[in-house]
Protein backbone atom coordinates (compact mmCIF):
# COMPACT_ATOMS: atom_id res chain seq x y z
CA UNK A 1 0.00 0.00 0.00
CA UNK A 2 0.98 3.31 -0.58
CA UNK A 3 2.11 5.46 2.86
CA UNK A 4 3.79 8.77 4.09
CA UNK A 5 6.55 7.85 5.99
CA UNK A 6 8.52 10.22 8.14
CA UNK A 7 11.72 8.94 8.10
CA UNK A 8 13.17 11.35 11.28
CA UNK A 9 11.40 14.58 13.14
CA UNK A 10 12.68 17.14 11.30
CA UNK A 11 10.52 18.26 9.25
CA UNK A 12 8.20 18.33 5.90
CA UNK A 13 11.27 18.08 3.83
CA UNK A 14 11.72 14.29 5.89
CA UNK A 15 7.80 13.12 4.78
CA UNK A 16 8.12 11.03 1.85
CA UNK A 17 5.08 9.31 0.28
CA UNK A 18 6.00 5.27 0.12
CA UNK A 19 5.35 1.64 0.03
CA UNK A 20 4.38 -0.18 3.18
CA UNK A 21 2.89 -3.45 4.07
CA UNK A 22 -1.00 -3.44 4.67
CA UNK A 23 -1.63 -4.03 8.64
CA UNK A 24 -3.51 -6.20 10.33
CA UNK A 25 -5.83 -5.16 13.25
CA UNK A 26 -5.63 -6.44 16.72
CA UNK A 27 -7.80 -8.20 18.57
CA UNK A 28 -10.04 -5.15 19.76
CA UNK A 29 -8.86 -2.97 16.61
CA UNK A 30 -10.19 -2.84 13.04
CA UNK A 31 -8.35 -2.14 9.83
CA UNK A 32 -9.71 0.23 7.81
CA UNK A 33 -9.37 0.79 4.30
CA UNK A 34 -9.19 4.69 3.91
CA UNK A 35 -11.01 6.78 1.54
CA UNK A 36 -10.40 9.73 2.62
CA UNK A 37 -7.85 11.82 5.26
CA UNK A 38 -8.36 15.52 7.10
CA UNK A 39 -5.15 17.65 7.68
CA UNK A 40 -4.36 19.56 10.33
CA UNK A 41 -1.66 21.80 11.82
CA UNK A 42 -0.92 18.70 14.78
CA UNK A 43 0.31 16.70 11.92
CA UNK A 44 2.82 19.21 10.76
CA UNK A 45 3.70 19.86 13.90
CA UNK A 46 4.41 16.10 14.82
CA UNK A 47 6.61 16.34 11.92
CA UNK A 48 9.13 18.20 13.95
CA UNK A 49 7.97 17.04 17.46
CA UNK A 50 7.43 13.63 16.80
CA UNK A 51 6.02 11.00 19.66
CA UNK A 52 8.45 9.36 22.09
CA UNK A 53 6.67 5.96 20.86
CA UNK A 54 6.86 6.73 16.96
CA UNK A 55 9.97 3.94 15.26
CA UNK A 56 10.81 5.36 12.43
CA UNK A 57 9.67 5.49 9.40
CA UNK A 58 6.41 6.32 11.20
CA UNK A 59 3.28 6.50 8.88
CA UNK A 60 1.72 9.81 10.25
CA UNK A 61 -1.92 10.58 10.06
CA UNK A 62 -4.85 11.40 12.45
CA UNK A 63 -8.28 12.08 10.69
CA UNK A 64 -9.37 9.54 8.57
CA UNK A 65 -12.72 8.14 7.05
CA UNK A 66 -13.11 4.84 5.35
CA UNK A 67 -14.95 1.40 4.87
CA UNK A 68 -13.80 -1.39 7.43
CA UNK A 69 -11.95 -3.84 6.02
CA UNK A 70 -11.39 -6.03 8.58
CA UNK A 71 -12.20 -6.56 12.67
CA UNK A 72 -10.78 -7.86 15.17
CA UNK A 73 -11.74 -11.43 17.06
CA UNK A 74 -13.17 -9.35 20.04
CA UNK A 75 -15.23 -6.63 17.77
CA UNK A 76 -18.30 -7.25 17.28
CA UNK A 77 -19.90 -4.06 16.62
CA UNK A 78 -18.90 -3.23 14.00
CA UNK A 79 -18.53 -5.50 10.71
CA UNK A 80 -16.69 -5.51 7.19
CA UNK A 81 -18.11 -2.67 5.01
CA UNK A 82 -18.93 -0.28 7.57
CA UNK A 83 -18.69 3.66 6.62
CA UNK A 84 -16.49 5.07 9.76
CA UNK A 85 -14.72 8.15 10.74
CA UNK A 86 -12.12 8.11 13.46
CA UNK A 87 -8.98 10.09 15.76
CA UNK A 88 -6.63 8.22 15.27
CA UNK A 89 -4.16 7.15 18.82
CA UNK A 90 -1.00 9.65 17.88
CA UNK A 91 0.88 7.53 19.70
CA UNK A 92 0.12 4.91 16.82
CA UNK A 93 -0.77 7.40 14.38
CA UNK A 94 -0.49 5.37 10.68
CA UNK A 95 -3.64 7.22 9.02
CA UNK A 96 -1.65 8.73 5.96
CA UNK A 97 -1.82 5.13 3.93
CA UNK A 98 -4.53 2.88 2.04
CA UNK A 99 -5.06 0.98 5.29
CA UNK A 100 -4.68 1.77 8.99
CA UNK A 101 -5.37 0.06 12.15
CA UNK A 102 -7.63 2.15 14.81
CA UNK A 103 -8.96 0.47 18.47
CA UNK A 104 -12.86 -0.33 17.44
CA UNK A 105 -13.92 1.82 20.71
CA UNK A 106 -13.06 4.91 19.09
CA UNK A 107 -14.76 4.89 15.91
CA UNK A 108 -17.79 6.85 14.74
CA UNK A 109 -20.39 5.66 11.60
CA UNK A 110 -20.49 7.54 9.20
CA UNK A 111 -24.78 8.70 7.59
CA UNK A 112 -25.30 7.56 4.14
CA UNK A 113 -25.63 11.36 3.38
CA UNK A 114 -22.39 12.22 4.37
CA UNK A 115 -19.14 11.85 2.34
CA UNK A 116 -16.45 10.72 3.15
CA UNK A 117 -14.24 13.76 2.50
CA UNK A 118 -16.95 15.28 4.75
CA UNK A 119 -16.63 13.09 7.30
CA UNK A 120 -12.52 13.31 7.27
CA UNK A 121 -12.69 17.22 7.99
CA UNK A 122 -14.25 16.93 10.96
CA UNK A 123 -12.28 14.59 13.93
CA UNK A 124 -9.26 16.78 15.19
CA UNK A 125 -11.06 19.86 14.89
CA UNK A 126 -14.57 19.47 15.53
CA UNK A 127 -14.01 17.24 17.76
CA UNK A 128 -11.74 20.11 20.02
CA UNK A 129 -14.56 22.47 19.12
CA UNK A 130 -17.22 20.27 20.72
CA UNK A 131 -15.01 19.82 23.62
CA UNK A 132 -14.21 23.69 24.36
CA UNK A 133 -17.94 24.82 23.34
CA UNK A 134 -19.77 21.78 25.68
CA UNK A 135 -17.95 20.33 28.12
CA UNK A 136 -15.28 23.48 28.88
CA UNK A 137 -17.92 26.35 28.43
CA UNK A 138 -21.19 24.71 28.66
CA UNK A 139 -21.89 27.48 26.28
CA UNK A 140 -26.09 28.63 27.04
CA UNK A 141 -28.57 30.49 25.00
CA UNK A 142 -27.59 34.47 25.74
CA UNK A 143 -23.98 34.52 26.47
CA UNK A 144 -21.57 36.24 24.76
CA UNK A 145 -18.63 34.18 23.16
CA UNK A 146 -15.41 35.50 21.12
CA UNK A 147 -13.51 33.17 19.03
CA UNK A 148 -9.91 34.04 17.88
CA UNK A 149 -8.53 32.49 14.95
CA UNK A 150 -12.33 31.61 13.93
CA UNK A 151 -10.97 30.97 10.29
CA UNK A 152 -9.54 28.14 11.22
CA UNK A 153 -10.84 24.48 11.88
CA UNK A 154 -11.32 24.53 15.26
CA UNK A 155 -12.48 28.27 15.23
CA UNK A 156 -14.85 27.56 12.50
CA UNK A 157 -16.63 24.60 14.05
CA UNK A 158 -16.20 26.75 17.44
CA UNK A 159 -18.19 29.52 15.64
CA UNK A 160 -20.94 27.04 14.34
CA UNK A 161 -21.55 25.02 17.56
CA UNK A 162 -21.65 28.06 19.75
CA UNK A 163 -24.34 29.49 17.60
CA UNK A 164 -26.34 26.71 17.40
CA UNK A 165 -26.12 26.23 20.82
CA UNK A 166 -28.04 29.66 21.31
CA UNK A 167 -24.96 32.29 22.08
CA UNK A 168 -23.67 35.51 20.88
CA UNK A 169 -20.83 35.01 18.31
CA UNK A 170 -18.35 37.57 17.89
CA UNK A 171 -15.60 35.49 15.36
CA UNK A 172 -12.53 37.15 14.95
CA UNK A 173 -10.82 36.32 11.66
CA UNK A 174 -8.77 38.14 8.50
CA UNK A 175 -10.99 39.36 5.63
CA UNK A 176 -10.53 36.53 3.86
CA UNK A 177 -12.48 34.18 5.95
CA UNK A 178 -15.46 36.85 6.60
CA UNK A 179 -17.89 35.77 3.87
CA UNK A 180 -18.37 32.29 4.88
CA UNK A 181 -18.32 33.33 8.61
CA UNK A 182 -21.20 35.37 8.20
CA UNK A 183 -23.03 32.72 6.43
CA UNK A 184 -23.06 30.77 9.66
CA UNK A 185 -24.97 33.46 11.15
CA UNK A 186 -22.40 34.78 13.95
CA UNK A 187 -23.04 38.36 15.24
CA UNK A 188 -20.10 40.04 14.31
CA UNK A 189 -16.89 39.50 12.97
CA UNK A 190 -13.58 41.66 13.52
CA UNK A 191 -10.73 41.21 11.75
CA UNK A 192 -7.46 41.48 14.04
CA UNK A 193 -5.36 43.11 10.85
CA UNK A 194 -7.31 46.47 10.89
CA UNK A 195 -10.05 46.53 13.42
CA UNK A 196 -9.23 47.94 17.39
CA UNK A 197 -10.77 44.56 19.09
CA UNK A 198 -10.95 45.64 22.15
CA UNK A 199 -12.73 48.71 21.31
CA UNK A 200 -15.09 47.21 18.93
CA UNK A 201 -15.66 43.98 21.58
CA UNK A 202 -16.56 47.15 24.13
CA UNK A 203 -18.98 48.30 21.35
CA UNK A 204 -20.25 45.31 20.86
CA UNK A 205 -20.94 44.26 24.30
CA UNK A 206 -22.16 47.96 25.52
CA UNK A 207 -19.40 47.66 27.95
CA UNK A 208 -20.36 44.33 29.38
CA UNK A 209 -17.59 42.40 27.90
CA UNK A 210 -17.88 39.29 26.84
CA UNK A 211 -18.67 35.69 29.24
CA UNK A 212 -16.05 33.36 27.45
CA UNK A 213 -13.44 33.28 25.31
CA UNK A 214 -12.10 30.55 22.88
CA UNK A 215 -8.54 31.24 21.75
CA UNK A 216 -7.58 29.68 18.45
CA UNK A 217 -4.04 31.53 18.22
CA UNK A 218 -1.37 31.89 20.54
CA UNK A 219 -0.92 32.55 24.76
CA UNK A 220 -0.34 35.87 23.34
CA UNK A 221 -3.91 36.24 22.21
CA UNK A 222 -5.58 34.75 24.71
CA UNK A 223 -3.53 37.00 27.21
CA UNK A 224 -4.99 40.05 25.41
CA UNK A 225 -8.38 38.67 24.94
CA UNK A 226 -8.41 37.38 28.72
CA UNK A 227 -9.02 41.54 29.62
CA UNK A 228 -12.20 41.65 27.73
CA UNK A 229 -14.02 39.25 29.87
CA UNK A 230 -16.21 39.38 32.54
CA UNK A 231 -15.77 38.86 36.32
CA UNK A 232 -16.88 35.45 36.96
CA UNK A 233 -15.76 34.27 32.83
CA UNK A 234 -13.80 31.86 30.92
CA UNK A 235 -11.65 31.04 28.47
CA UNK A 236 -10.48 28.09 26.25
CA UNK A 237 -7.06 27.70 25.41
CA UNK A 238 -6.57 25.67 22.04
CA UNK A 239 -3.17 26.22 20.31
CA UNK A 240 -1.31 27.45 23.65
CA UNK A 241 -0.77 27.47 27.02
CA UNK A 242 -0.03 30.33 29.35
CA UNK A 243 3.23 30.27 30.75
CA UNK A 244 2.00 32.53 33.80
CA UNK A 245 -2.06 33.45 34.75
CA UNK A 246 -2.75 36.89 32.66
CA UNK A 247 -4.56 38.35 35.28
CA UNK A 248 -3.51 38.88 38.90
CA UNK A 249 -5.25 37.05 41.54
CA UNK A 250 -8.59 37.92 42.91
CA UNK A 251 -9.59 40.62 40.41
CA UNK A 252 -11.95 39.15 37.64
CA UNK A 253 -11.70 35.45 38.89
CA UNK A 254 -11.63 34.23 35.63
CA UNK A 255 -11.39 30.47 34.99
CA UNK A 256 -9.40 28.50 32.76
CA UNK A 257 -9.08 25.65 30.36
CA UNK A 258 -7.22 23.85 28.10
CA UNK A 259 -8.12 21.45 25.11
CA UNK A 260 -5.60 19.11 24.25
CA UNK A 261 -7.29 16.47 22.17
CA UNK A 262 -4.12 14.30 21.22
CA UNK A 263 -3.78 13.35 25.27
CA UNK A 264 -6.97 12.12 25.06
CA UNK A 265 -5.31 8.35 24.13
CA UNK A 266 -2.37 8.75 26.61
CA UNK A 267 -3.88 10.24 29.89
CA UNK A 268 -7.67 9.81 29.44
CA UNK A 269 -10.01 6.47 30.34
CA UNK A 270 -12.02 4.60 27.79
CA UNK A 271 -14.61 6.48 29.06
CA UNK A 272 -12.70 9.31 27.27
CA UNK A 273 -12.60 7.80 24.02
CA UNK A 274 -16.15 6.15 23.94
CA UNK A 275 -16.87 10.23 24.56
CA UNK A 276 -14.86 11.30 21.19
CA UNK A 277 -16.99 8.82 19.22
CA UNK A 278 -19.78 9.82 20.46
CA UNK A 279 -19.40 13.42 19.36
CA UNK A 280 -18.28 12.02 16.27
CA UNK A 281 -21.49 10.41 15.89
CA UNK A 282 -23.11 13.81 16.42
CA UNK A 283 -21.43 16.08 14.35
CA UNK A 284 -21.52 13.71 11.47
CA UNK A 285 -25.44 13.16 12.00
CA UNK A 286 -25.13 17.16 12.23
CA UNK A 287 -23.63 17.51 8.92
CA UNK A 288 -25.93 15.00 7.77
CA UNK A 289 -29.24 17.60 8.62
CA UNK A 290 -27.80 20.29 7.01
CA UNK A 291 -26.98 21.81 10.59
CA UNK A 292 -23.03 21.91 10.03
CA UNK A 293 -20.81 23.08 7.39
CA UNK A 294 -17.93 20.56 7.31
CA UNK A 295 -15.92 23.88 5.56
CA UNK A 296 -13.79 22.03 3.45
CA UNK A 297 -11.66 24.35 1.11
CA UNK A 298 -10.03 22.36 -0.98
CA UNK A 299 -9.93 18.28 -1.77
CA UNK A 300 -6.16 17.34 -2.81
CA UNK A 301 -5.47 14.10 -4.01
CA UNK A 302 -2.74 11.66 -1.51
CA UNK A 303 -0.19 12.40 -3.44
CA UNK A 304 -0.07 16.36 -2.98
CA UNK A 305 -0.97 15.53 1.20
CA UNK A 306 2.96 17.39 1.80
CA UNK A 307 1.68 20.11 -0.58
CA UNK A 308 -1.60 20.05 1.19
CA UNK A 309 0.45 20.76 5.00
CA UNK A 310 2.73 23.20 3.83
CA UNK A 311 -0.44 25.52 2.78
CA UNK A 312 -1.40 24.66 6.28
CA UNK A 313 1.45 26.24 8.01
CA UNK A 314 1.45 29.20 5.48
CA UNK A 315 -1.84 29.60 6.66
CA UNK A 316 -3.21 29.99 2.91
CA UNK A 317 -6.50 28.01 3.61
CA UNK A 318 -9.92 28.75 5.13
CA UNK A 319 -11.48 26.13 6.70
CA UNK A 320 -10.39 22.43 6.38
CA UNK A 321 -8.12 20.47 3.58
CA UNK A 322 -8.80 16.87 2.64
CA UNK A 323 -6.71 14.50 1.31
CA UNK A 324 -8.67 11.60 -1.22
CA UNK A 325 -6.94 8.05 -1.49
CA UNK A 326 -7.49 5.47 -4.71
CA UNK A 327 -7.27 2.12 -4.32
CA UNK A 328 -3.68 0.74 -3.54
Known amino acids: MKAWKLSQPEGLDCLILSRAAKPAPAANEVCIQV ?27 LDIAGTIAVVGK ?5 QPGDRVVCFADPRQAGGFANYATVKAHALSRIPEQVSFEQAAALPCAGYTAWLAVHDKLDVRPGQRIAITGAGGGVGGFA ?29 AVLDPRTDNIAMRLIELTEDQLVHAVID ?19 IVMIADQFNQVPLLATTKAISLHEVALHGTYAHGTLEHIHHLADIGNTLSNMIAEGKLDPMIDQILPFEELAEGLKILKQQQHSGKLVVTLDQP
Not at 159 to 177: C, D, F, M, S
Open 35 to 61: MAAGLNPIDYKLTNWGYATWEYPQIIG
Open 159 to 187: VQLAKLAGATVYAIAEKRHHHRLLGYGVD
Open 74 to 78: DVTHF
Open 216 to 234: CVSAKSGSIMSALIRYNGE
